[in-house]
T-cell receptor
Framework: KNQVEQSPQSLIILEGKNCTLQ??????????LRWYKQDTGRGPVSLTI?????NTKSNGRYTATLDADTKQSSLHITASQLSDSASYIC??????????????FGKGTKLSVKP | EAQVTQNPRYLITVTGKKLTVTCSQN?????MSWYRQDPGLGLRQIYY???????DKGDVPEGYKVSRKEKRNFPLILESPSPNQTSLYFC?????????????FGQGTRLTVV
């Protein structure tokens, strides 16, 4: 069964600190993996996409990694800011021969950044 | 500006009173979908549409209907809402295909059924 597991469920850190969120998946056939940021009460917004051949990708203070062999991804946030407080959702896309949108969602990690 | 627009943002209704949540996208995407989000359960797909007049069930379709008469609109219909449909609903429109599909989400509709 295609699944995406995220850890931790929630995390509280102090402003300025770094943190790493984890995503493990059992999805086949794998197409790509995206990390989304969801502010409270709003729709998720894509932060980064990882394809099978990519190991690391950065978007400002966000760095995503992908290990396709172990089927693990991480999202590292550097020098956290109060505005980073949100849920971060790992989403894996299944490749059914070009079919769009077969997305498997993780349940998200809720990050709280405190001053 | 490229966007997915849902209406209403908030809705309180009574059990059994039919309602429709509208969703519109201006990106000419073929693929659209509806999700509900509940605490501890994450986002679950209700219905999706790969193109006009083509719709299919997602993971939790019971109690919902959809229609796709034109590419830009994908309304979600609750014929007889029940309290267990109280949830946060998101419409999404998907760009591209193959390895780069990105879902663009609407602002969400918070529905309460009493």
């Amino acid at each position: 069964k295609n699944q995406v597991e995220q850890s931790p469920q929630s995390l509280i850190i102090l402003e300025g600190k770094n943190c790493t969120l984890q995503c493990n998946y059992t999805v086949s056939p794998f197409s790509n993996l995206r990390w989304y940021k969801q502010d409270t009460g709003r729709g998720p917004v894509s932060l980064t996409i990882m394809t099978f051949s990519e190991n690391t990708k950065s978007n400002g203070r966000y760095t995503a990694t992908l290990d396709a062999d172990t089927k693990q991804s991480s999202l590292h946030i550097t020098a956290s800011q109060l505005s980073d407080s949100a849920s971060y959702i790992c989403v894996v896309s299944v490749n059914y021969g070009g079919s769009q949108g077969n997305l498997i969602f993780g349940k998200g990690t809720k990050l709280s950044v405190k001053p | 500006e490229a966007q997915v627009t849902q209406n209403p943002r908030y809705l309180i209704t009574v059990t059994g009173k039919k309602l429709t949540v509208t969703c519109s996208q201006n990106m000419n995407h073929e693929y659209m979908s509806w999700y509900r989000q509940d605490p501890g359960l994450g986002l679950r797909q209700i219905y999706y549409s790969m193109n006009v007049e083509v719709t299919d069930k997602g993971d939790v379709p019971e109690g919902y209907k959809v229609s796709r008469k034109e590419k830009r609109n994908f309304p979600l219909i609750l014929e007889s809402p029940s309290p267990n449909q109280t949830s946060l609903y998101f419409c999404a429109s998907t760009e591209g295909g193959g390895n780069f599909a990105e879902a663009f989400f609407g602002q969400g509709t918070r529905l309460t059924v009493v």
